[in-house]
């Protein structure tokens, strides 16, 4: 069975940074290209950025608003992977999912990150 | 900057049929834009529902399908069921850019 599990959300001040990571079992992690989403309080959904498979050369992007500010990497031998956010701001604030990508389909159950002074 | 539009807000009976829509600022949507859909109901995950334009996931029910019409992505639900009530979002892709775009989501009612 997939699953994805998003951890290392909580209270952040403005300015300051948070690493968050998913975690991957059920399927061979390294095969595929890993995505993050994000979803404001009582907002839309928003995606966040990529990473592709070592086999593709572990390419990324990114959505306009976290471009230089966010970076997303991925431990194949690990299943993990990770956003690392920096230079937070109170609009960053949010619940943040990783899905596997090409195609979108599984979901983690989100992990909420707070930015409040 | 790229804007995708969704209806905010649909109604349909049980049993009906009820298309909601996707349209690019950037002009018709084609298959290009691999469109994705996806159902969030309050305080859940989303759910992929469909990729690629008209490709069901496994769990998929078969009354959802999607496709393009007129220019924008569609996703049909046919013989509409009450716990179809949620919302719906679609989800384009910009090649020139390798950007992910989504729309502001419509919210289902089923009534």
């Known amino acids: 069975e997939v699953q994805l599990v998003e951890s290392g959300g909580g209270l952040v001040k403005p300015g300051r940074s948070l690493r968050l990571s998913c975690t991957a079992s059920?399927?061979?992690?390294?095969?595929?290209?890993m995505a993050w989403f994000r979803q404001a309080p009582g907002k839309g959904l928003e995606w966040v950025g990529f990473?592709?498979?070592?086999?593709?050369?572990?390419?990324?992007e990114y959505t306009a608003s976290v471009k230089g500010r966010f970076t997303i990497s991925r431990d194949d031998s690990k299943s993990l992977a990770y956003l690392q956010m920096n230079s937070l701001k109170t609009e960053d604030t949010a619940v943040y999912y990783c899905?596997?990508?090409?195609?979108?389909?599984?979901w983690g159950q989100g992990t909420l990150v707070t930015v409040s002074s | 900057q790229t804007v995708v539009t969704q209806e905010p807000s649909l109604t349909v009976s049980p049993g009906g049929t009820v298309t909601l829509t996707c349209a690019s600022s950037t002009g018709a949507v084609t298959s290009d834009y691999y469109s994705n859909w996806f159902q969030q109901k309050p305080g859940q995950a989303p759910r992929a529902l469909i990729y690629s334009t008209n490709n069901k996931h496994s769990w998929t029910p078969a009354r959802f399908s999607g496709s393009l019409l007129g220019g924008k992505a569609a996703l049909t639900l046919s013989g509409v069921q009450p716990e179809d009530e949620a919302e719906y979002y679609c989800l384009l892709y910009y090649g020139g850019t390798q950007l992910w775009v989504f729309g502001g989501g419509t919210k289902l009612t089923v009534l």
């Open positions: 899905t596997r990508d090409r195609p979108i389909d599984y």
């Open positions: 990473i592709r498979s070592k086999a593709d050369g572990e390419a990324t």
């Open positions: 059920g399927f061979t992690f390294g095969d595929y290209a």
